[in-house]
């Protein structure tokens, strides 16, 4: 089942990352593990960024570990967790790659860090769905090896990435760099619990659309702008919407630039 279409491939693709590079957002105290979470069907939040064959691919997981984890129908205290600088990831397709911040993929309970996927699907990646899971070691009075998201018995739903075959609809490349020579896209405050204003910079007098859309690529809000040279600012309203990643996007009918902008609550 495809959760993402292809507007949402490009522009969650935006800030595509060097490949050991990531930045971990601040995370509310009693966010999951990771974020994102694993795909939920029932509530069709979270989810892994869909990838296409011989294209670019990158997606963050920011991880803030706990003091305690269920595990065995117990809650075991904590003071750090890890995973392999390789191989911890079981599922990838073939091309796609991690790297860790901090670079020992050792996170220290309580505080923020990050894994970057990144990498190029090669052609010998069938299209489908690549389950995925993840394994970590938390480190208590014995280390203890935990398959997530399956062995966390209060995460709902999976980890996949959707890969589309070379040349299909869903993976039209974006002539994004051609908006890029005439605007710049900024949001402040990223990640914002209510209100954010959206910066467009612009060199040039143009009409666009501008719309948000969310995670599973639903537009959620569209207008028609008459940008103007210099600076305009749009202020989005996400009070009344549950938290997520969200994308802002403006196009000219042929190109489009945008960023992704996380709501926490």
Request: with cysteine; net charge negative.
């Given at each position: 089942?495809?959760?993402?279409i292809?507007?949402?491939?490009?522009?969650?693709?935006?800030?595509?990352?060097?490949?050991?590079?990531?930045?971990?957002?601040?995370?509310?105290t009693?966010?999951?593990?990771?974020?994102?979470?694993?795909?939920?069907?029932?509530?069709?939040?979270?989810g892994?960024?869909?990838?296409?064959?011989?294209?670019?691919?990158?997606?963050?997981?920011?991880?803030?570990?706990?003091?305690?984890?269920?595990?065995?129908?117990?809650?075991?205290?904590?003071d750090?967790?890890?995973?392999?600088?390789?191989?911890?990831?079981?599922?990838?397709?073939?091309?796609?790659?991690?790297?860790?911040?901090?670079?020992?993929?050792?996170?220290?309970?309580n505080?923020?860090?990050?894994?970057?996927?990144?990498?190029?699907?090669?052609?010998?990646?069938?299209?489908?769905?690549?389950?995925?899971s993840?394994?970590?070691?938390?480190y208590?009075?014995?280390p203890?090896?935990?398959?997530?998201p399956?062995?966390?018995?209060?995460?709902?739903?999976?980890?996949f990435?959707?890969?589309?075959?070379?040349?299909?609809?869903?993976?039209?490349?974006?002539?994004?760099?051609?908006?890029?020579?005439e605007?710049?896209?900024?949001?402040?405050?990223n990640?914002?619990?209510?209100?954010?204003?959206?910066?467009?910079?612009?060199?040039t007098?143009?009409?666009?659309?501008?719309?948000?859309?969310?995670?599973?690529g639903?537009?959620?809000?569209?207008?028609?702008?008459?940008?103007?040279?210099g600076?305009?600012v749009?202020?989005?309203?996400?009070?009344?919407l549950?938290?997520?990643?969200?994308?802002?996007i403006?196009?000219?009918?042929?190109?489009?630039?945008?960023?992704?902008?996380?709501?926490?609550?």
């Amino acid at each position: 089942m495809i959760k993402y279409i292809t507007l949402l491939i490009l522009v969650l693709n935006v800030a595509i990352l060097a490949a050991q590079d990531c930045m971990p957002v601040e995370l509310p105290t009693d966010t999951s593990i990771i974020v994102p979470e694993p795909y939920d069907e029932a509530t069709m939040t979270g989810g892994l960024t869909a990838a296409c064959v011989n294209l670019e691919y990158s997606q963050v997981l920011t991880l803030k570990i706990p003091e305690t984890v269920p595990f065995g129908g117990i809650d075991i205290a904590i003071d750090s967790a890890s995973i392999e600088t390789e191989g911890a990831f079981i599922g990838l397709p073939t091309g796609i790659d991690y790297s860790c911040n901090p670079p020992s993929c050792i996170f220290i309970a309580n505080e923020t860090g990050c894994i970057a996927l990144f990498g190029n699907p090669d052609n010998t990646n069938m299209p489908g769905q690549y389950e995925l899971s993840l394994a970590i070691t938390a480190y208590s009075i014995v280390p203890l090896t935990i398959n997530y998201p399956d062995d966390i018995p209060d995460v709902n739903g999976s980890y996949f990435i959707d890969v589309f075959e070379e040349g299909s609809s869903e993976c039209l490349v974006s002539n994004e760099n051609i908006l890029r020579k005439e605007f710049n896209v900024s949001n402040q405050p990223n990640p914002f619990s209510d209100y954010t204003e959206i910066r467009l910079e612009s060199i040039t007098n143009k009409e666009v659309e501008f719309y948000i859309i969310n995670s599973v690529g639903e537009k959620i809000q569209s207008q028609i702008l008459n940008v103007q040279e210099g600076m305009n600012v749009i202020t989005f309203d996400g009070s009344g919407l549950p938290a997520g990643m969200y994308a802002y996007i403006v196009s000219d009918g042929q190109n489009i630039i945008g960023d992704k902008m996380l709501l926490i609550k």
